[in-house]
């Protein structure tokens, strides 16, 4: 699963014919309703000046790979709409809105401008709508109806090499949500340097993009993603998404990729 | 370091922080409000208070117990590796105990007096340094927004330079963190567990609304007393 959610709306402003063109092509192209919806607004918008040449860099909200209530009865719709709807949706508005006045960052990926606007632990201001965009996105697709029960094939026997078993890895994961201070995100990550999976424990929007290492799953730990299911009940929440909501297809793919960069050791092929 | 300031703090007097010795460790306790939990209605919902009294207050003096026990077990082990390793615990669940605990005293039901303005020498400070109450409320409304992630935002005073001071935190960091010569007079929690049932994402109407019912006569009073 490609974590590209960035591409860029170049309007060169000529005759609106042209522009015009651009945007139904890419109406037909994308299905989501609300990158249409994207693209009719910036149409208005850019239908205003046309003699000048504006660019324009924008990131759009990825719609979760289900409907917002899927994940019912363990993440409610209601959680759903808030969280994507409000949260996510604020992040990705408030993002244009910087880049809209900062040449300088056009043009990058999410990935890069994620470890460009960290600035080496001294943030952009960019960096944290960038960070939390790409963090949301991660987090919708760790997910999925009929989730939780147990990973299989490779990426079970990495975790049993790496933490002895998969329940010590649950209750080491779990243990990570319960003391992290404030808010933050719980991460399965595979280690470039070590070549091993660890759990990490990242604050505020803070992600491994930073350090290198490749994110396999996430769960996030700001109040805002359990309060309204979950109260202050932390332990619940973080259980419930261990045993139905984590989507073990979607960390088998990302470890897959993972692999591509991580030589983890040669298979054991048994000979004869 | 941690632990001498807590025990500093203790002193600042009738914090209502429920400290009482047991074995000789000092354990910590749960402060009564001192209103209802609906009193703050419709600024603070009932809801809100009780899950943040009774669960979120509750749940930092029982771990900061737990931490001081630790704490005292390997102090007395001279094991300075699980005592650094305790500090950590130690700032969050104290600083969380001793924000709340300034917190309760910073609300007040608006027929106690809940969001009348201070008089005396801290509403003539606050003229003097920011101009008019209200741009210190936009100015702590401001930051308070802008905080990422969770914090307090705090009016201060400074009792060496007698000044007055508008300070985020992160996390449960007590406003002494920023300065060791901060004081402060007024907090408000913008950790999402503070507003998300009732304003849910719009922090900024939760803190337009909670001037509502900010005791200014506690902030006054701990004013006077530090810059008699």
């Known amino acids: 699963i490609m974590m590209e959610t960035s591409w860029s709306c170049c309007t060169n402003l000529g005759p609106s014919g042209s522009s015009l063109l651009v945007t139904s092509d890419m109406s037909k192209l994308f299905q989501k309703p609300n990158f249409a919806q994207l693209c009719q607004q910036k149409k208005k918008e ?6 000048s040449a504006r660019i324009h860099a924008y990131y759009g909200l990825k719609s979760p790979p289900y409907k917002l209530d899927a994940l019912e009865p363990y993440m409610s719709q209601r959680t759903l709409e808030m969280h994507w709807g409000k949260h996510h949706r604020s992040y990705v508005e408030n993002l244009n809105k910087q880049l809209e006045k900062n040449d300088m960052l056009y043009g990058y990926t999410m990935d890069e401008l994620i470890k460009v606007t960290y600035n080496n632990g001294n943030p952009l201001p960019e960096f944290n709508n960038a960070a939390q965009v790409w963090n949301h996105d991660f987090f919708w697709e760790s997910m999925q109806p009929g989730g939780g029960n147990m990973p299989i094939f490779g990426l079970l026997q990495q975790i049993e090499k790496d933490f002895g078993s998969f329940t010590n890895f649950r209750e080491k994961f779990i243990e990570a949500s319960l003391t992290l201070f404030g808010s933050g995100w719980v991460w399965l990550v595979l280690r470039r340097n070590e070549k091993r999976l660890a759990i990490l424990k990242t604050s505020n929007a803070i992600n491994p993009l930073i350090s290198a290492d490749i994110p ?26 261990m045993d139905h909501l984590v989507s073990w297809n979607a960390a088998t793919v990302r470890m897959a990729r993972a692999q591509a960069f991580v030589n983890l050791g040669e298979p054991k092929i048994p000979v004869a | 370091m941690a632990l001498r300031t807590l025990v500093a703090r203790k002193s600042l007097g009738n914090l ?8 000789g460790l000092q354990t910590y306790s749960l402060p009564d409000l001192p209103y209802d939990y609906g009193a703050l209605e419709p600024a603070i919902s009932g809801e809100i208070m009780q899950l943040h009294h009774q669960k979120h207050h509750q749940a930092y003096v029982t771990n900061y117990n737990k931490a001081l026990e630790q704490l005292d077990a390997a102090t007395a082990k001279g094991d300075s590796h699980t005592v650094a390793k305790l500090l950590s615990a130690l700032k969050f669940n104290g600083g969380g105990h001793i924000n709340h605990s300034i917190f309760w ?25 920011f101009g008019s109450m209200e741009v210190l409320v936009q100015k702590m409304n401001t930051e308070g927004a802008a905080l990422q992630g969770s914090g307090w935002v705090w009016l201060g005073v400074d009792k060496e330079l007698k000044t007055l001071v508008v300070q985020t935190t992160e996390n449960q960091d007590p406003l ?3 300065g060791a010569n901060l004081v402060p007079l007024l907090g408000i929690d913008v950790w999402e567990h503070a507003y998300y049932l009732q304003y849910k994402n719009v922090r900024p109407d939760y803190l337009k609304n909670i ?3 900010i005791n200014w ?10 810059c008699p």
Do not use: C, T
């Open chain 2, 105 to 129: 005293k910073n609300l007040a039901p608006v027929k106690e007096g809940g969001g009348e303005p201070p008089h005396g020498s801290l509403g003539w400070a606050i003229d003097n340094h």
């Open chain 2, 217 to 226: 006569k506690f902030a006054g009073e701990v004013y006077k007393k530090e």
């Open chain 1, 46 to 51: 850019l239908q205003g000046p046309r003699r």
């Open chain 2, 16 to 23: 209502g922080l429920g400290f009482r010795q047991l074995r």
């Open chain 2, 176 to 178: 002494v963190s920023k």
């Open chain 2, 211 to 213: 001037w509502k019912v």
């Open chain 1, 216 to 241: 396999i799953i996430s769960l996030d730990m700001w109040e805002h993603a359990y309060y309204l299911d979950y109260k202050n009940d932390k332990g619940k929440y973080a259980n419930v998404f």
